[in-house]
Each structure stands twice: as C-alpha cells, then as structure tokens.
C-alpha cells in the first residue's frame, strides 16, 4: 500500500524557516518524480515543486528562489525547505506522487502538513 | 503563465448528469486529468491521461477533451459526489498548472 507521510509543519514568524518532510513507503520510490502542492485557506490547489527520481528540480515561479525540493532515496525521503517565508505561504502542503515514470499527474498524496506564518 | 480555466460553480439534483468543464491552450496537446476533494481531505485522483478511471472510483465519473476544452461528465450525480474538483495539465515547457477548481453541489 502506498503511503506518503508529511512532516515538519507548524507556526513561523515572517521571514523565518521552515522544512518539510515526507517519507515515503510502498512503492519504489526511485523511479517516480514527486511533487509539493499547498493549499492556502479557502483556496484552490498550487503545484510549487517536482524533483525527478533522479535530483532534477522543478520549482513554480512563487517560490522560487525561496522554496527548495530536494529527496534523499536512501531514506525514501521528500524534502522542502522554504525560507523567508511570508504570511502569503500559509498553507496545507501536500506531498505527491506522479503517475509514472515520464508520466505527469499525481496519483496519491499525503494527508497533509500546515504550515501558518504568523507573528 | 499558463492557466487553466474552470467555472467557479456547478449544481445539479441527484441523479442528474454533472458537467465541469476545463479550458486551456495546451489541452489539445497535454493530457488533462481531475481531482476530487472532499471538505477537509487530501485530493483524490479520479481521471487521468485525459479519460481512464483509476481503479476504485465509481463508473459515474468519465471525462472527454475535444480542442481546448477536457469535460468531467458525473452520470447520475449522488449526493456523496458533492466536492470540489480540480483539472490539472502541464504545458508545453513543463509547467504544472491545477485550474481554479468548481464547486460541485448536488442538492
């Protein structure tokens, strides 16, 4: 059974860190990209970052130079350190899987982590 | 930027035939694919590659692109489908893009 597990959120000032995890279990998880989408308070969704199963880093014209994907698939592990974070990032964020190798869209995701920049 | 346009809200009775369309330049190109989300939970995939149901979701959901328009079509629509649908699609320099969402009600 696949299961992505999502870690590390809570509440920031403006302007600080934080870094997400989500480990990841149930599937080889070398061979598929894996994504970050949030989704503020009573918003839609927004894709912010993919990472290929090889280290190729995507990331969405919002966060970047701010957010960083990264994974480590000795520990079957997702990451995302965002920095200056700002109140606009407050948001669920949710980790997902792709469909395929070479194929786009997610087919599972974790439960979700909240993350609230707030002073 | 690409965007990927869907109507805010959709109503229908139960048993009705539920359509929530999605319009983009890239479509007649990229695959389009749908997510339900339910108040409070994590999306749920319910087409991709433009019309192929994973395995799990009910017959009801289907879905058609023709140009730039992809159709999610729920065929007597249940109360229980009442939720937020998402399309999702790439562009052609690989961007992810999710629509707006639509409000789905069947009441």
């Known amino acids: 059974e696949v299961q992505l597990l999502e870690s590390g959120g809570g509440l920031v000032q403006p302007g600080g860190y934080l870094r997400l995890s989500c480990t990841a279990s149930g599937f080889a998880f070398t061979n598929f990209a894996m994504n970050w989408v949030r989704q503020a308070p009573g918003k839609g969704l927004e894709w912010i970052a993919a990472?290929?199963?090889?280290?190729?880093?995507y990331h969405a014209d919002s966060v970047k130079g701010r957010f960083t994907i990264s994974r480590d698939n000795s520990k079957n592990t997702l990451y995302l350190q965002m920095n200056t974070l700002t109140t606009d990032d407050t948001a669920v964020y949710y980790c997902a899987k792709d469909l395929g190798p070479g194929r786009s869209g997610f087919d599972y995701w974790g439960q979700g982590s909240l993350v609230i920049v707030s002073s | 930027s690409y965007e990927l346009t869907q109507p805010p809200s959709v109503s229908v009775s139960p048993g009705q035939t539920a359509r929530i369309t999605c319009s983009g330049d890239?479509?007649?190109?990229?695959?389009a694919y749908w997510y339900q989300q339910k108040s409070g939970q994590a999306p749920v995939l319910v087409i991709y590659e433009d019309f192929k149901r994973p395995s799990g979701i009910p017959e009801r959901f289907s879905a058609s692109s023709s140009g730039t328009v992809a159709t999610l079509i729920i065929s007597g629509a249940l109360v229980e489908d009442d939720a937020d649908y998402y399309c999702y699609s790439t562009d052609t320099v690989g961007h992810r893009v999710f629509g707006g969402g639509t409000k789905l009600t069947v009441l």
């Open positions: 990472v290929s199963g090889s280290g190729a880093t």
């Open positions: 890239e479509l007649p190109k990229k695959y």
